[in-house]
């Protein structure tokens, strides 16, 4: 089968491209490099097709799907913060490219789309672990309102022009190649002061943590194994991390004695951020797939092999 990754050369994009070609398929990758990084691709010479555009161009869109037989949609604005201060952010490079992805599929008869939605969706969940039917959906974020809205747009594709959709709610993806987020962020401000480390609100938010490789794993499993016009899924582990344990984690692995912990309070990290979220994956492992690593192994693979990334011994 013939691939683009949308965001290919991203942190879950270009692992999702190592399985699809270790799985024999071929790529195609169509990234912007806003945030995806060519290293990230590197390794595999002319085995990929690399476009590099922006989705916001319905006319490159439209080019990138000649031969394309399935789009996995991975591009996207990678950090939830920025929407806070540039609020037209997610609008764009979420719904908007999403639109224009689902737009070039129709006119060139593109058939199948995996689309990477987040379970920022779920808002401030009143029911956890939540469930894919949860409902109704309030978002606290433009970002997850920008994955609602993409959600809703490939439905409606579904339903209108007869595309079939696989939708994969993720809980918070880590890994290698990781660049933001808050095991990135601990490990450089600790590089900065070895001696006191910074946490965002009261560290008692917790959330489901998942390896990055389990993600594309996941996805690559579901999309080969389920058949429906709409095939919806959380992703993620059946538990959960807190900030306050991830800071002991990183602050473990990195072997600094006497750090200072100083918790800057409130509930959450930053407007928009949900405190506490605990995917249902039952629906996934059901499905034959389950995770190598729980939400604290996630973490704590994912501090080893950041600090390995930048030289941290």
Known sequence: MHCLVTGGAGFVGSHLVDLLLESGH??????????GRKEFLAHHGDKINVIEGDLLDLDAVKDAMMGIEMVFHLAANPDIRLGTS??????????????????????????????????VVYGEANEMPTPEDYGPLF??????????????????????????????????????????????????????????????????????????????SAIIHLVSSTNKPINYYNLGCDDTCSVRRIAEIVI?????PNVTIDYTGGDRGWAGDVPKSMLDPSRMI????????????????????????????
């Open 86 to 119: 540039i609020t037209d952010t997610d609008l764009k490079q979420g719904t908007v490219a999403t639109y224009n992805v689902l737009e070039a599929m129709r006119i060139k008869g593109v058939m199948k789309i995996a689309f990477a939605s987040s379970s």
């Open 252 to 256: 473990e692995e990195s072997g600094l």
């Open 139 to 216: 978002p606290i974020s433009l970002y997850g309102a920008s994955k609602l809205g993409s959600e809703a747009l490939i439905t409606s594709w579904v339903g209108t022009f007869g595309l079939q959709a696989w939708i994969f709610r993720f809980a918070n993806i880590v890994g290698a190649r990781g660049t933001h987020g808050v095991i990135f962020d601990f490990i450089h401000k600790l590089r900065a002061d070895p001696n006191r480390l910074e946490v965002l609100g009261n560290g008692l938010q917790e959330k489901s943590y998942m390896e990055v490789r389990d993600c594309a």
């Open 26 to 35: 071929n790529v195609s990758v169509f990234d912007n490099f806003s945030s």
């Open 286 to 313: 059901e499905a034959g797939f389950s995770t190598k690593y729980n939400s604290e192994g996630a973490v704590r693979h994912t501090a080893q092999t950041l600090m390995e990334e930048i030289g941290i011994e």
